[in-house]
């Protein structure tokens, strides 16, 4: 069955420094992947998708990802921080192995971002 | 367009109650997914349709729940009788086509079983 892993609950950096948030996923065919975004008492909000071509995606907020198909990664990074970006952090998968069964997004535990000033 | 609205925000009700939740989603969108949020278990896929059918329940945690989508613009997700491990903040979300286009989630509905 499809997966996904967010291997950090918590992820705290520094106004002004790169951030990363890590994502690895299982699949049986090929993986569409999704980044969101959920501010407190808030729905989640679309932050960027990989579906096929370039493997670096840029999204919204300054926000972007890395799709590694050997490392079955998908790291949402950003190259410098904000304390507005502090919010929790949802991977998302899709397998295109599994048809019409796959339709729906999986989603991953979700991390916690912390940006200090 | 107003995004996916879900109504109540919020709902507070005695164990054994029923309890309905209802979704309107975006105009044109032909899938409907409700999931189910909580603290220990992050977020669970429900039940989602596509053009007003169910495609995949077996995210449905018991018989005691249940859905509908009469119509391509409204869903309900039923909860009879309610339980406290029921409460839990329930999100619905729509997508125009699938499978490379992105949800848009409603605010959710936060629900509390005493």
């Known amino acids: 069955a499809q997966s996904v892993a967010q291997p950090e609950d918590q992820v705290n950096v520094a106004e002004g420094n790169p951030l990363t948030v890590k994502c690895t996923y299982s699949?049986?065919?090929?993986?569409?992947l999704f980044w969101y975004v959920q501010y407190p008492n808030r729905g989640l909000q679309f932050l960027l998708k990989y579906i096929t071509g370039d493997n670096l995606v840029k999204g919204s907020y300054g926000f972007e990802a890395e799709f590694n198909k050997s490392q079955t990664s998908f790291h949402l990074k950003k190259p410098s921080a904000l304390v507005s970006d502090s919010a929790l952090y949802f991977c998302a998968v899709r397998d295109m192995g599994l048809g019409s069964a796959g339709t729906a997004l999986i989603f991953g535990k979700g991390t916690t971002l912390s940006v200090s000033s | 367009d107003a995004g996916v609205i879900q109504s109540p925000r919020h709902e507070v009700t005695e164990m054994g109650q029923e309890v309905t939740l209802r979704c309107k989603p975006i105009s044109g969108h032909d899938y409907l997914f409700w999931y189910r949020q909580t603290m220990m278990r992050g977020l669970e896929l429900l039940i989602y349709f596509n053009n007003n059918v169910p495609i995949d329940d077996s995210g449905m945690p018991e018989d005691r729940f249940s859905a509908k989508m009469p119509n391509a613009s409204f869903s309900t997700l039923k909860i009879q009788p309610s339980e406290p491990r029921d409460s839990a903040v329930y999100f619905c979300?729509?997508?125009?086509?699938?499978?490379?286009?992105?949800?848009?989630f409603g605010q959710g509905t936060r629900l509390t079983v005493v």
């Open positions: 979300a729509s997508s125009f086509g699938a499978p490379n286009t992105e949800a848009f």
């Open positions: 699949v049986s065919g090929n993986p569409y």
